[in-house]
T-cell receptor, first 114, second 114 residues
Framework: KAGVTQTPRYLIKTRGQQVTLSCSPISGHRSVSWYQQTPGQGLQFLFEYFSETQRNKGNFPGRFSGRQFSNSRSEMNVSTLELGDSALYLC?????????????FGPGTRLTVT | QKEVEQDPGPLSVPEGAIVSLNCTYSNSAFQYFMWYRQYSRKGPELLMYTYSSGNKEDGRFTAQVDKSSKYISLFIRDSQPSDSATYLCATVNAGGTSYGKLTFGQGTILTVHP
């Protein structure tokens, strides 16, 4: 079974631009969560989607948004990029309906904002 | 104060040593516990997943949970240089609307030298 895939793997953007990241979960997994990982803050939860609905959201500004498609693939968008948005963005999927089971992570998208 | 505290190390041990990694948490609502291993520039890889207090063993890895003390541990026996990575503990609040949200410790950097 293929694992979680994320595209692109690396991105360099300029302040003020926007970016869209993509995540394809493990086949059969309907819950997708997104995390931001930085050296200072560690792994922080962004949001979770299940059946195209956002069920949970972390403490991030509204510039961070996401969506999920009917095939469970998910995208996250960051608008008006700031230097502090430079991070590794990880998505994870789980088969548990409540999103509380084991989560399997993708390799991440490394975003650099200059 | 962070909800999950983990000593960031770094921790350096000789090959063959027994490694002990630990986390404490403050929220009694945390019910599920996980350990992830993350190699440099990769996504976290799930090592252990447990719910109840007690020990769970998988090969050279043993996860231990003490809910009364809010303390979780990961033991690695016969450590190998390939175990060199960052180890992250994570917990899940099983109640309410915590869909998909893992709360992570800061991670412990482990180096196993030959």
């Amino acid at each position: 079974k293929a694992g979680v895939t994320q595209t692109p793997r690396y991105l360099i953007k300029t302040r003020g631009q926007q970016v869209t990241l993509s995540c394809s979960p493990i086949s059969g997994h309907r819950s997708v969560s997104w995390y931001q990982q930085t050296p200072g803050q560690g792994l922080q939860f962004l949001f979770e989607y299940f059946s195209e609905t956002q069920r949970n959201k972390g403490n991030f500004p509204g510039r961070f948004s996401g969506r999920q498609f009917s095939n469970s693939r998910s995208e996250m968008n960051v608008s008006t990029l700031e230097l502090g948005d430079s991070a590794l963005y990880l998505c994870a999927s789980t088969s548990a309906r409540g999103g509380l089971g084991e989560q399997y992570f993708g390799p991440g998208t490394r975003l650099t904002v200059t | 104060q962070k909800e999950v505290e983990q000593d960031p190390g770094p921790l350096s041990v000789p090959e063959g040593a027994i490694v002990s990694l630990n986390c404490t948490y403050s929220n009694s609502a945390f019910q599920y516990f996980m350990w992830y291993r993350q190699y440099s520039r990769k996504g976290p890889e799930l090592l252990m997943y447990t719910y109840s207090s007690g020990n769970k063993e998988d090969g050279r890895f043993t996860a231990q949970v003490d809910k009364s003390s809010k303390y979780i541990s990961l033991f690695i026996r016969d450590s190998q240089p390939s175990d060199s990575a960052t180890y992250l503990c994570a917990t899940v609040n099983a109640g309410g609307t915590s869909y998909g949200k893992l709360t992570f410790g800061q991670g412990t950097i482990l180096t196993v030298h030959p």
